[in-house]
């Protein structure tokens, strides 16, 4: 196929964390094989590799491809290792750290082990191995450091060496959230209230909005997890909310977007949480929970960004955590339209119909995380399936 190499340029070009890429035609889809720069990664302090090289690479090309031609898949690959047996430490500072991420991973642990690429940790597993770090060895991690220390070896070591006690302990989500922080939450009910006066009427003109369902919200605390398709879908639900709940509700939304010298102000003044997934992740994971301790609700999306396609995302656990870990329940909400409305790429929204459907209460008494993630997941594909909004 022609424009390959187009492609493998445009990839060089969008983001400085590639730093090689091999682009083929494999059974008429087109793959991007990926080699990380792993010394600007450092530099830039990034600990979500995956995310980073998908969103910022693979997708931003995406959003503007050569010719029409898109990325089918992609593929993050590193060095070639030597194939003999890896020495390990005979140390059992090692052993116990070992010990803990293969509590954690499904993968084989090795010195040469990268925590995300190999062992595939996330951003979850991230700070409960900080938090072992600070509670077993009286270490404190954060991001920045982190960031130096991916190779499990490289990790061994600065815990070996900077270790200020052994005292191997076992750590809890409970132990996380409810910890007490400094934060405290910003009440601005009356400037919701400002929103969806405005919003309401320009959405049920411009969109044809309509809303069902709603009899389904539970009393607070209640987390509500709506899919994720477009940059309207937070302003939609906050105008689709009863005004008694949106009163009492708080939006999780991500730094790099609300969070400029701009959109700010505005941001926390609005109800809204802004997290960093490659800074300070343990204070915004406890940050999302201050609304649901205080008896608020929350709007978090499942799956942590935008569809780029229309199709629904892989769901990520954090929000089965919160629900399990404070014992509150989800309410699965389906968003019909704001794909076609304002998708990723879009600078101003189209006239498209759209629908939002409240389901049924998932409560997790009795369920893990996992099941609590599947319940909500199965409940918005079944409604998906059977009962088109549109």
């Not at 090309?61 to 031609?69: F, K, R």
């Not at 020495?87 to 499904?106: A, F, G, M, Q, T």
Request: glycine letters at 4%; one cysteine or more; proline letters at 6%.
């Amino acid at each position: 196929m022609a424009h390959l190499k187009e492609i493998e340029n445009r990839l060089l070009t969008i983001s400085s964390c590639v730093k090689e890429v091999d682009v083929k035609e494999l059974e008429g889809k087109v793959i991007a094989s990926i080699y990380p720069d792993f010394e600007a990664l450092k530099k830039r302090q990034i600990i979500n590799i995956e995310e980073e090289l998908k969103w910022y690479a693979v997708e931003l090309y995406n959003l503007d491809p050569i010719e029409g031609i898109r990325l089918d898949g992609y593929e993050i690959v590193q060095e070639a290792k030597a194939e003999a047996v890896e020495n390990e430490p005979d140390d059992e500072v090692y052993r116990e750290l070992k010990r803990y991420l293969s509590s954690v991973s499904i993968h084989p642990v090795f010195p040469s082990s990268h925590l995300e690429l190999d062992l595939g940790l996330d951003s979850l597993e991230y700070v409960m191995l900080f938090m072992f770090v600070e509670k077993s060895y009286g270490l404190h991690l954060d991001e920045k450091q982190f960031s130096t220390l991916m190779i499990m070896e490289d990790l061994y070591r600065w815990v070996k060496e900077h270790r200020k006690k052994t005292d191997v302990v076992a750590v809890k989500w409970s132990d996380i959230l409810q910890e007490k922080g400094k934060e405290k939450l910003i009440y601005s009910p009356w400037v919701m209230m400002a929103w969806k006066i405005v919003l309401w009427p320009f959405f049920k003109l411009y969109f044809r909005l309509k809303v069902t369902g709603r009899e389904n919200l539970p009393d607070a605390p209640f987390i509500i997890a709506p899919t994720h398709y477009s940059m309207l879908d937070g302003f939609v639900v906050l105008a689709t909310l009863p005004s008694s709940v949106l009163k009492k509700s708080f939006f999780l939304a991500y730094e790099g977007e609300f969070g400029t010298q701009r959109l700010g102000p505005v941001a926390k003044h609005s109800q809204m949480l802004l997290i960093d997934i490659d800074k300070n992740l343990k204070a915004s994971l406890q940050r999302t929970a201050l609304p649901l301790i205080e008896s608020q609700n929350l709007v978090i999306f499942p799956e942590n960004a935008r569809s780029r396609d229309g199709k629904l995302l892989p769901f990520k656990r954090y929000y089965a955590i919160l629900a399990k870990e404070l014992n509150v329940p989800i309410v699965p909400v389906v968003l019909d339209g704001t794909f076609e409305a304002m998708r990723a790429g879009i600078r101003f929204p189209r006239p498209a119909k759209v629908r939002v459907k409240y389901l049924s209460p998932v409560y997790p008494d009795g369920l893990t995380y996992e099941a609590i993630n599947d319940q909500v997941k199965s409940a918005i594909e079944k409604s998906m399936r059977t009962t088109p909004l549109r």
